[in-house]
């Protein structure tokens, strides 16, 4: 485990190539801006982007709005990001019920990131993948609210 004074964040979704590296950039910057020290990651549950680059109507809506998702590369979660990480932030339910059963009683206890971060709806993170443009641009909006919350339960420890 990362030390209380430097606390460490996963952020997970299905493939790790809309949601997940979105927020991940979003905390990334806008923590370092708020002077916090903070380990952030992402990854997905499934396996079919593993290697690949941020969706590309993902990277579109995300440059717009001044984040750059264009090194980031998808990964799957592994069964020792449980003991890495102080927190594991599923984006939905399904990624959290997959979180859990791969967890086993291990390490850190998966949790939904919208409520942990103090947002009391919507309670997941809606997917932008089957949808249009418009679903990505609102994802940016609500990944920037959801990281103010971040930094206000990460500032009150």
Not at 53 to 61: E, H, K, Q, S, T
Not at 115 to 138: I, K, L, N, R, T
Request: hydrophobic residues 40%.
């Amino acid at each position: 485990m990362i030390e209380k004074d430097n606390p460490s964040v996963l952020f997970v979704c299905l493939g790790n190539i809309c949601r997940s590296p979105l927020v991940e950039a979003v905390a990334r910057r806008r923590c370092a801006e708020a002077g916090l020290r903070v380990a952030l990651a992402s990854c997905g549950t499934g396996n079919w982007h593993v290697g690949k680059g941020a969706d590309p109507r993902m990277l579109r809506a995300a440059a717009a709005a001044g984040y750059d998702l264009a090194p980031h590369r998808a990964r799957q979660v592994r069964s020792d990001d449980f003991s890495r990480h102080d927190w594991v932030l599923a984006m939905d339910r399904d990624n959290l019920d997959s979180l859990q059963s791969l967890r086993g009683d291990r390490g850190s206890k998966p949790t939904l990131f919208l409520p942990w971060a103090g947002m009391a709806s919507p309670v997941e993170f809606p997917d932008p993948y089957f949808g249009d443009e418009d679903g990505f641009q609102q994802s940016v909006a609500l990944a920037e609210r959801a990281v103010d919350g971040l930094i206000a339960r990460l500032r009150a420890g």
